[in-house]
């Protein structure tokens, strides 16, 4: 800035200042519109991280609390896909009325096209357990609640839910995997939420064994190292090749002829109808 000879700034002068004051305030004006915007975008998506977090605690918490099935209903677990899971858990909060002693409720998780994570649960008040709502929708019609668990879901190819079986009766552990990010344009890359769960409460099928002797009578067959993982009581029951032979853990076949060859299997069953087959072994009488 220059003066003139009675000391005055020149208009000039003023303007160049102005100008550079404008500049110096943009930029910090910019530079807190940046720091605002990043503060914010950090903000949504530490609470969508939290909810995603929280919403996986949940679902472990209902699993860890599945309903203990029965012989009308063999399984807790009802679907089981890499984005949608179905099962009976007890609600400790109720309803606390009818007939529903247990408190027995049916919860579902899904991931909808929009990368929200939906819950959804069905209750009753009767002894019987319902059938589960029809429907492949996410959300689907005919629950008694949904709301969203969390938002900003981006598995992809990645499957929210896993297990260590295909078989719905087998399933004893479940895997739940969450990305989460809130702008998939941008920098950092998704975080990445998971839990496991080991099915504490799961009825798990039986396993079949067996031993066979030669007497004089015939073949004795013996079914005693059979056992139940939670110790029910077993039904035993005894085939040649395709055919039924008889029941009971112990079974003496009669009738054969001499040096006849016979495939021998043991099928047991537990009170929920879960059946575990043992390996055919060869005799001869």
């Known amino acids: 800035m220059t003066r003139g000879e009675r000391g005055e700034v020149s208009l000039t002068s003023v303007l160049v200042a102005c100008t550079l004051l404008v500049v110096v305030l943009g930029a ?29 605690d949940r679902i472990a918490r209902d699993l ?21 899971l179905i099962f009976k858990t007890v609600d400790p909060a109720g309803p606390n009325s009818g007939t529903n002693a247990t408190n027995t409720k049916r919860v579902r998780y899904c991931l909808d096209s929009g990368g929200r994570l939906q819950e959804q649960t069905q209750t009753w008040t009767t002894a019987t357990v319902p059938p589960a709502p029809s429907g492949t929708a996410c959300p689907g019609a005919g629950w008694d609640r949904t709301v969203i668990a969390a938002e900003n879901i981006v598995n992809g190819a990645v499957p929210v839910f ?31 939420l998971s839990t496991g769960v080991f099915l504490r409460n799961q009825n798990r099928r039986p396993t079949a064994s067996f031993t066979w002797a030669r007497t004089s009578g015939g073949l004795v067959l013996n079914g005693s190292a059979s056992a139940d993982p939670e110790g029910d009581p077993l039904r035993y029951v005894w085939f040649d090749g395709a055919t039924e032979v008889g029941r009971g853990i112990t079974f003496t076949y009669t009738g054969l002829a001499a040096g006849s060859v016979h495939q021998l299997r043991l099928e047991v069953s537990d009170p929920a109808g879960l059946i575990g087959v043992s390996a055919t072994q060869e005799a001869t009488a």
């Open 28 to 56: 910090t004006l910019t530079l807190f519109e940046g720091f605002i915007a990043s503060a914010g975008d950090q903000t949504r998506r530490t609470d969508t991280q939290d909810a995603a977090r929280s919403a996986a």
């Open 64 to 84: 860890r609390n599945l309903a203990s099935p029965t012989p009308e209903q063999p399984q807790a677990v009802d679907f089981a896909s890499a984005g949608d």
């Open 162 to 192: 896993s297990y260590d079986s295909s078989v719905l009766t087998d399933i004893s552990a479940v895997h739940v995997d969450l990305l989460v990010d809130t702008d998939t344009v941008r920098q950092p890359p998704p975080t990445r």
